[in-house]
């Protein structure tokens, strides 16, 4: 079973950037796709971004699309989310997961979870 961990979060002002890292173990990352998801005190956990197996595709949720890029390196194991212009609504608790199949954007279609890692943006 791939087994995932975040790392990247932290506390930065609204304007601010951040990059989050996934880094995966086991050797079929490549066969998944990834995705980002975030969940804000008070809130359901919903989805930011997912990339195909390849790199080549990728979905945004409205509210970070042209802000937020998702990307991969497959020989490194590791997805990303490169996070530009962050502001208050950007706090949460950000997740990566893997899925089967690419193009899906609901919790139920990713099978392994990291544990997460905190993003505070401060106005």
């Given at each position: 079973?791939?087994?995932?961990?975040?790392?990247?979060?932290?506390?930065?002002?609204?304007?601010?950037?951040?990059?989050?890292?996934?880094?995966?173990?086991?050797?079929?990352?490549?066969?998944?796709?990834?995705?980002?998801?975030?969940?804000?005190?008070?809130?359901?956990?919903?989805?930011?971004?997912?990339?195909?197996?390849?790199?080549?595709?990728?979905?945004?949720a409205y509210s970070v699309?042209?802000?937020?890029?998702?990307?991969?390196?497959?020989?490194?194991?590791?997805?990303?989310?490169?996070?530009?212009?962050?502001?208050?609504?950007?706090?949460?608790?950000?997740?990566?997961?893997?899925g089967r199949y690419y193009?899906?954007?609901?919790?139920?279609?990713?099978?392994?979870?990291?544990?997460?890692?905190?993003?505070?943006?401060?106005?």
């Amino acid at each position: 079973q791939v087994q995932l961990v975040e790392s990247g979060g932290g506390l930065v002002q609204a304007g601010g950037s951040l990059r989050l890292s996934c880094a995966a173990s086991g050797r079929t990352f490549s066969i998944y796709a990834m995705g980002w998801f975030r969940q804000a005190p008070g809130k359901e956990r919903e989805f930011v971004a997912t990339i195909s197996q390849s790199g080549r595709s990728t979905l945004y949720a409205y509210s970070v699309k042209g802000r937020f890029t998702i990307s991969r390196d497959n020989a490194k194991n590791t997805a990303y989310l490169q996070m530009l212009s962050l502001n208050p609504e950007d706090t949460a608790v950000y997740y990566c997961a893997i899925g089967r199949y690419y193009g899906y954007t609901g919790q139920r279609d990713f099978e392994s979870w990291g544990q997460g890692t905190q993003v505070t943006v401060s106005s």
